[in-house]
């Protein structure tokens, strides 16, 4: 079956360290995106990417950072510097990130706490 | 600025009645329109989505949706709720660049 795939889904982290949230799709999508989402505030962006080694930044990225080397997978790092990421993360992919709109596909999640 | 406003945190219907999410936008174009649906501790389903063409669209799981330009609006609606349909629904608007932007999110549920 086709699908996003995010692991692991619960996560937890000590303040101070590094993580990393995995994502993976078989839906040779060329877009992929990271949301995080808060109760009360819906989904919000940090980074995309339209295509293979390139990816711009979201709404609000301070404190993320991404890569995407591969087509099918679009790893999220959540560095010490991020002052709030206790979080549910929600990774998703479309089929084209280029001009037009494209409905977005999700994966299940990951729930992100730091200790 | 690209927006979405949903203006009902929560809404408790009874099972078997009718349901109507409240949905609006503010896009400077025409706007592309969807509505997806979240379980607790899940991630978000497409229930529908508008583009263009007939302003009342048909989604999954019976819903349908009603855009409005003159109200800026893409109002979610069900004849008859589930038990099921207990969820949280979020409204979107993407813009050309396929950027979305979403609602914070309605939070229904369903009374016996």
């Known amino acids: 079956d086709g699908g996003i795939t995010q692991s692991p889904k619960y996560l937890f982290r000590k303040e101070g360290q590094n993580v990393t949230l995995s994502c993976e799709q078989n839906?040779?999508?060329?877009?992929m995106y990271w949301y995080r989402q808060d109760p009360g505030q819906g989904l919000r962006l940090i980074y995309y990417?339209?295509?293979?080694?390139?990816?711009q930044k979201g709404d609000i990225a301070e404190g993320y950072s991404v890569s995407r080397e591969k087509k099918e997978s679009f790893p999220l790092t959540v560095t010490s510097a991020q002052k709030n990421p206790t979080a549910f993360y929600l990774c998703?992919?479309?089929?084209?990130?280029?001009?037009?709109?494209?409905?977005?596909?999700f994966g299940p999640g990951t729930r992100l706490t730091v200790l | 600025a690209q927006s979405v406003t949903q203006p009902d945190i929560h809404i408790t219907v009874s099972e078997g009645a009718s349901l109507e999410l409240r949905c609006n936008y503010s896009?400077?174009?025409?706007?592309?329109l969807f509505w997806y649906v979240q379980s607790p501790g899940q991630g978000l389903q497409l229930l529908l989505k508008?583009?263009?063409?007939?302003?009342l669209v048909q989604g999954i799981k019976g819903f349908e949706a009603e855009f409005k330009r003159s109200q800026s609006s893409f109002n979610l609606r069900k004849p008859s709720v589930h038990w099921s349909d207990a969820a949280e629904y979020f409204c979107?608007?993407?813009?050309?660049?396929?950027?979305?932007?979403f609602g914070s999110g309605t939070k229904l549920n369903v009374k016996p």
């Open positions: 508008y583009f263009s063409g007939d302003t």
């Open positions: 979107a608007v993407g813009d050309n660049f396929n950027k979305f932007y």
């Open positions: 998703a992919s479309s089929i084209s990130g280029g001009y037009g709109v494209n409905e977005q596909f």
């Open positions: 990417s339209q295509i293979v080694n390139d990816f």
């Open positions: 896009y400077g174009a025409t706007p592309y």
């Open positions: 839906l040779n999508h060329d877009a």
